[in-house]
């Protein structure tokens, strides 16, 4: 059995997450505390303290996903998990790299936490649309000749989630007469231009973080399908990842194609759990249920 764990992107975890799901685990337990008291974030507060309004906050619900997620991954890890590949969506590719020992958990939180604070300071704001039965390719040129939205994420050949001006994204879907689903918690264009004023102050931001110069684990890149085993155009990848459409089915396809068929997801039920069942429904899928 060929194993993969699958790192959830921003506003994954749910509303309302309730402590109690972590205190049953003393491993979880274990590793939150070790991120919270290493870092100057409040991980506490972030993940089970805070409104549901302040989790949507990138600043606030980006740390808190990745350090549910990576703790989650540690307890898979100890219950005898072992990936063969790690790959993350959008947010969760610093999960990834964490878990791949690619940079340290505690610098992986930090670097979210300013990426979320550069979000909420420069980016305009705007949102991220489901559409479901659409022709991608049609709708992508469509939406070359409107400015302000772009595919922000593309899920199969017919459904993909459309980012960016809400007008206008009303006007694409509108004209092509296609019914498109709020993502939930999301209140930026992610992966459109609207992030683009980010993209130079966060590129600063990555440069003061180092990368291990080889990988524990090869990470499946949510951008381009290939498979990373060390830190080689990292940086650019990271900071274009704000406003380059993320390809689930390119991550999951790169995985199929390298035999896996076995899935450890942190959490189940997100919204890559939705597209994976479509791609590998007789794979086995796993997390560890005492916490989600």
Known sequence: MTTAFLCPEFGTIPDGFDRTLADCSPSFRAAFEELDGATEIDLEWCCFECSDEDRHKPSVGEPAVVALSYCGARVALEDGFTPAYVGGVSLGTFTALAIADAIDPVDALRLVRRRGELIEEH????????????????????????????????????????????????????????????????????????????????????????????????????????????????????????VDPVRVDWLLETMIEAGVDSYVELPPQSRTSQVLAGYAPAASRHGPAELW
Do not use: K, W
């Open 123 to 242: 980016a305009d704001s705007g949102t991220m649309m489901v559409v479901m039965s659409a022709d991608v390719s049609s709708l992508r040129a469509q939406i070359t000749e409107i400015n302000g939205v772009s595919i922000g994420l593309v899920a199969s050949e017919d459904v993909c989630a459309v980012s960016g001006d809400p007008d206008s994204i009303a006007e694409v879907c509108g004209g092509m007469d296609l019914e498109a689903i709020p993502v939930p918690g999301v209140e930026y264009g992610f992966h459109s231009p609207s992030l683009e004023p980010v993209v130079s102050r966060f590129a600063t931001v990555v440069d003061d973080y180092e990368f291990a110069d080889e990988f524990t684990y090869p990470v499946v890149s949510d951008i381009h399908g290939t498979i990373r085993t060390d830190a080689d155009g990292l940086h650019e990848e990271l900071t274009r990842s704000l």
